[in-house]
């Protein structure tokens, strides 16, 4: 069965980065995007970006303008893994992030688990 | 970007009742809409893709319809696990973005 497994929760310092898995599993992953969206507490959705796993299509992304600079999604083919790491931490990025897998032009079916990171002194 | 603007915000409703949701886009995205529902703690779960296909597995009192900016949620007799935060998310052009969120309560 489809199955996203992201890392641990990660407690950051202000100014550090924090990089989180999304280990795939049931599926092809070269032939899927990965989608990443991230949830403030008590807070709504919202995406952040995309990245492309599929053959041939050199790591395509997309970000939101918002973390343009500070975000970078890749993936690693090899172990079926995709990354998103966030530099540059502030308090407000406090927040559940999570992956998704994404297929045919922006369908968001599959999501994994979550991930918190807390950014705290 | 397109905006997409859900409403209500929150909804009281009971077992049995029919509820609708709405979400409006900024401009036309066709049919490049899903909806999800998550419930605390938890992931979202899709409930519809392509503004109206029903996900596998998806009971079928949930049902979606619209095109272009105005598209529905619908759920024709609530049951107790329906209580929940429901979104919209458009995926037309980057960047994607979700509605604002409906929470529907006893």
């Known amino acids: 069965q489809v199955q996203l497994v992201q890392s641990g929760a990660e407690v950051k310092k202000p100014g550090t980065s924090v990089k989180v898995s999304c280990k795939a599993s049931g599926f092809t992953f070269t032939t899927y995007g990965v989608t990443w969206v991230r949830q403030a507490p008590g807070q709504g959705l919202e995406w952040m970006g995309w990245i492309s796993a599929y053959n041939g299509n050199n790591g395509n992304t997309n970000y939101a303008q918002k973390f343009q600079g500070r975000v970078t999604m890749t993936t690693d083919t090899s172990t079926t893994t995709a990354y998103m790491e966030l530099r540059s931490l502030r308090s407000d990025d406090t927040a559940v992030y999570y992956c998704?897998?994404?297929?045919?032009?922006?369908?968001?079916?599959?999501w994994g688990q979550g991930t918190l990171v807390t950014v705290s002194s | 970007d397109i905006q997409m603007t859900q409403s209500p915000s929150s909804l009281s409703a009971s077992v049995g009742d029919r509820v609708t949701i709405t979400c409006r886009a900024s401009?036309?995205?066709?049919?490049?809409l899903g909806w999800y529902q998550q419930k605390p703690g938890k992931a979202p779960k899709r409930l519809i893709y392509?503004?109206?296909s029903l996900q596998s597995g998806v009971p079928s009192r949930f049902s979606g319809s619209g095109s272009g900016t105005e598209f529905t949620l619908t759920i024709s007799s609530l049951q107790p696990e329906d209580f929940a935060t429901y979104y919209c998310l458009q995926h037309n052009s980057f960047p994607y973005t979700f509605g604002q969120g409906t929470k529907l309560e006893i």
């Open positions: 401009q036309g995205i066709r049919n490049d």
């Open positions: 998704a897998r994404e297929y045919y032009g922006g369908r968001v079916d599959y």
């Open positions: 392509a503004a109206s």
